[in-house]
């Protein structure tokens, strides 16, 4: 079955400069790939998405890019702030009727003043 | 429109009791998952259930149940609860189907602790 594999498990970087994690999956027939944050104590939600027939998608300060050739895919966010600090998860699946969404493990972010 | 609700939020059990979790969802979504959530382990599909009337196994099936009641409802009963099943329960769903892209709405979690 497909597995997610996602880094760093924790990252700091410093408000107002750019983090980036990292995803890659196992399963070539995936082919919708989602981001979703979660902040402390509430329930994760869908912040970006991008399809297999595209290589990079932006909305405004996060971007996600997609290499299909080599299975993996990664979230951007510039210019950050400390609304930002959350657990973020990359997240694999296969459009059809009984398709699955399996998450990585997930990314702490901390935004340090 | 509610979207996705859980009850109970919070629950205490004693080794062996049993409960039973309930979710719905009012956005007549096909797909309908339980997960949990153990630090550092990130979100671990139980089962799913991609129509009514099906459900299917996913990562960490053992030790709980399902049951899709119709399509609004499915709900995840723990039979004999154990220390190791102490964790935040997630309901989500979808709407699925050919050719759309599944983004899951999740409900607010319900946190569980064995005794």
């Known amino acids: 079955g497909e597995n997610v594999e996602q880094h760093p498990s924790t990252l700091s970087v410093q408000e107002g400069d750019s983090a980036v994690i990292k995803c890659t999956y196992s399963?070539?027939?995936?082919?919708?790939f989602p981001w979703y944050k979660q902040e402390l104590g509430k329930r994760p939600q869908l912040i970006i998405d991008?399809?297999?027939?595209?290589g990079e998608k932006k909305d405004q300060r996060i971007a996600v890019t997609l290499n299909k050739t080599a299975k993996h895919f990664s979230l951007h966010i510039t210019e950050t702030q400390p609304e930002d600090s959350a657990v973020y998860f990359c997240?694999?699946?296969?459009?059809?009727?009984?398709?699955?969404?399996?998450f990585g493990k997930g990314t702490r972010l901390h935004i340090l003043p | 429109n509610a979207g996705v609700t859980q009850t109970p939020k919070f629950q205490v059990l004693k080794t062996g009791q049993s409960m039973t979790l309930q979710c719905a969802q009012d956005?007549?979504?096909?797909?309908m998952y339980w997960y949990r959530q153990d630090p550092g382990m990130g979100l671990r599909l139980i089962y799913y259930s991609a129509s009514e009337g099906t459900t299917d196994k996913g990562e960490v099936p053992n030790g709980y149940n399902v049951s899709r009641l119709n399509k609004r409802e499915f709900s995840l009963r723990l039979e004999s609860a154990a220390p190791s099943q102490t964790s935040v329960y997630f309901c989500a769903s979808t709407l699925s189907g050919v050719g759309t892209y599944n983004e899951q709405f999740f409900g607010p979690g319900t946190r569980l602790t064995v005794l």
């Open positions: 997240a694999a699946s296969k459009v059809n009727r009984d398709d699955k969404i399996i």
């Open positions: 991008i399809r297999s027939n595209v």
């Open positions: 956005m007549n979504h096909n797909s």
């Open positions: 399963d070539s027939a995936s082919n919708y």
